[in-house]
């Protein structure tokens, strides 16, 4: 069971793309070190991925990194590398990945509103990766002003430059349709840079990237997305009151499982994302998450030898750099 928890809204950056701008609140640790142990108990194979805001800045939540440690849960934290390597956190993680949009310090720095951005981040990479030997990626949102042939080349440079063990994607979700959504052609040409640059694949959970690489999706029907004010959700971008359900404390996993809540997860790919959506169609003029047969697929080589918490989580794209 991958558990994706979003312990905090809490962020010290202002990305204008932020997906979690209509999340709030904070967890206690108590409940938080409860829900997981819960799962344990229940469940037994547990993989927990910590991310929606820039976790580390909440109180408590280093404690509770320690404690799921002790557990012998494995846990990775998407972070903006930001303050990251001031805290005791790294200790208790297995894998790290670190927000990078774009392959130059001036535009990533632009797009997530912060002068020293690409160089905090650059630095967290470098450092888990080489000082600690944590299993650090370069993790990039895929967004219309990201995405091109040229910055698939370029990012898997600047991931082998920083001896990261993998460049992950995340393609940039409507939650409205906006003007970040990307195209699928510019996914097309991303996909292209990358397997000139020499990428492989080690995996994708999104339908729309894996329709473009000519492969299945995997995974995501064991993922499940925990909200900082404590509602569950599929994934990191499905927040809407249709998606994300309140949480019952305690006997999470049971009150999870017996309701109707888990079953409406396995009909998430059937509901949303198979069929065509005509609001997408409407504003944007275009569904990039339906991609019709007319669409040429990238096929990239199968990348192996290294296993991903974030691998089959919804959704998540992770290349061999
Ligand atoms: S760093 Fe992440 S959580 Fe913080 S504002 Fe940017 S996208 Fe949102």
């Not at 990078?100 to 650059?122: C, L, M, V």
């Not at 492989?200 to 990237?209: I, Q, R």
Request: include cysteine.
């Amino acid at each position: 069971m991958k558990i994706g928890f979003g312990y905090t809204r809490t962020c010290n950056f202002r990305c204008e793309f932020c997906y979690s701008k209509n999340v709030s609140g904070n967890w206690d640790k108590q409940d938080a070190v409860k829900v997981i142990a819960d799962a344990v108990e229940h469940h037994g194979s547990v993989e927990v991925n910590w991310g929606t805001g820039e976790n580390v800045l909440a109180p408590g939540f280093v404690e509770v990194l320690r404690e799921v440690h002790a557990m012998g849960v494995p846990q990775d934290l998407t972070t903006n590398g930001s303050v990251v390597l001031r805290e005791e956190a790294l200790k208790y993680l297995d894998e790290l990945d670190v927000s990078i949009d774009y392959p130059d310090p001036d535009s990533h720095n632009r797009a997530r509103g912060h002068p020293k951005a690409f160089e905090w981040a650059t630095r967290a990479v470098k450092y888990a990766a080489r000082e600690l030997g944590i299993q650090a990626t370069v993790t990039m949102v895929g967004m219309r002003g990201n995405l091109s042939y040229e910055t698939g080349r370029r990012m898997v440079e600047l991931a082998r430059s920083l001896d990261a063990a993998a460049l992950r994607l995340n393609l940039y979700f409507f939650t409205r349709p906006d003007r970040f959504v990307p195209t699928p052609a510019q996914v097309g040409d991303f996909l292209k840079g990358l397997r000139d640059a020499g990428a492989g694949l080690y995996g994708t959970s999104d339908p729309a990237v894996a329709k473009l690489l000519g492969v299945e999706p995997e995974g995501y029907l064991g993922s499940v997305r925990l909200l900082p004010e404590k509602r569950i959700s599929p994934s990191t971008y499905l927040t809407s009151d249709e998606w994300a359900v309140p949480i019952q404390l305690p006997d999470f996993y049971r009150n999870f499982v017996q309701t109707h809540v888990y079953r409406r997860f396995e009909e998430v790919y059937k509901r949303t994302f198979p069929r065509q959506s005509a609001d997408r169609v409407a504003v944007l003029g275009y569904d990039p998450y339906y991609v019709d047969g007319e669409v040429e697929a990238v096929p990239l080589r199968r990348a192996s030898g290294r296993s991903f918490i974030h691998l089959g989580y919804l959704p998540t794209t992770i290349f061999s750099v």
